[in-house]
């Protein structure tokens, strides 16, 4: 079978290294209270018996997780909602990158639960937020979404939290907040794609296979902002005359910050 190929020149920057250093207290939610809560964390919304936070055995590193339960009502009221916030103070400019591992037991919208940093401090609260929706009944999976720290910001507060229209039954463990020394591209592209940083460049590959035996072998990936679509279909269209295959368009929401930037959807 003959492979039709491309040669595609890469301009590949040299990444700036990430700065490591955790942000975040008790990220595994090891350490726990008197009353049963992990330490460090404050919870949000609760306090009736349809939203329930607890601290269990079911972990996926370590010994404990944090466990969300929210069976309420379709009503905008946060006692219907549940979870975990924790405050951090942060520099104005600087990127910081949220991430978590999550375990879906049940859910009926793939809204239900949320991760969100909230920056503070200024004359507007900006939040940036990205849904936690790993595969129900699945193994665990990391969600993660970065953002910039607006000029008049003192702190970001990081939100892992249930949305009080919808229900679910969520694990979550190995929460992580971290400042990275790297431009917001970046960070949007790694974290976008929910990878660990990068300490340097991956090796470059001068041959990237677009189509075999006129079938599709590769996916144009394109920033879902209209202003891009047009270089993405003209792109198709040339591969599709060279090769007969047309390459699928796959549309992604990025922001400055690697998640949306949305309305504080809390109540």
Request: glycine share 8%; proline share 6%; net charge neutral.
């Amino acid at each position: 079978m003959r492979t039709s190929a491309f040669c595609l020149l890469l301009a590949v920057a040299t990444f700036p290294a990430f700065a490591q250093q955790e942000l975040l207290k008790n990220t595994s939610f090891e350490e726990i209270t008197d009353k049963g809560l992990p330490a460090g964390w404050s919870q949000y919304g609760g306090g009736v018996p349809e939203s329930v936070l607890k601290v269990e055995a079911t972990a996926r590193t370590a010994k404990s997780a944090v466990h969300l339960t929210d069976t309420g009502p379709n009503e905008r009221d946060n006692r219907y909602a549940i979870g975990v916030q924790q405050d951090v103070p942060v520099t104005p400019g600087r990127f910081y990158l949220a991430s978590v591992w999550a375990k879906a037991i049940a859910r009926n919208n793939d809204q239900a639960v949320v991760l969100q940093i909230t920056f503070l401090g200024g004359a507007e609260a900006r939040s940036v937020s990205n849904y936690i929706a790993p595969p129900i009944g699945g193994d665990w999976k990391r969600y993660s979404l970065g953002g910039v720290a607006p000029d008049d910001a003192k702190t970001a507060r990081l939100y892992i939290y249930t949305m009080h229209f919808w229900t679910s039954d969520t694990l979550i463990d190995d929460a992580s907040l971290k400042e990275a020394a790297a431009t917001p591209s970046v960070a949007t592209a790694i974290f976008q794609f929910g990878q660990e940083p990068l300490a340097g460049p991956r090796k470059l590959k001068l041959q990237t296979p677009l189509a075999r035996g006129g079938e599709p072998a590769a996916i144009i990936a394109c920033p879902s902002d209209p202003q891009w679509r047009q270089g993405a279909m003209d792109l198709q269209t040339a591969i599709q005359r060279k090769t007969g295959a047309t390459l699928p368009i796959h549309l992604v929401s990025v922001t400055t910050g690697g998640g949306r930037e949305a309305q504080d959807n809390r109540a």
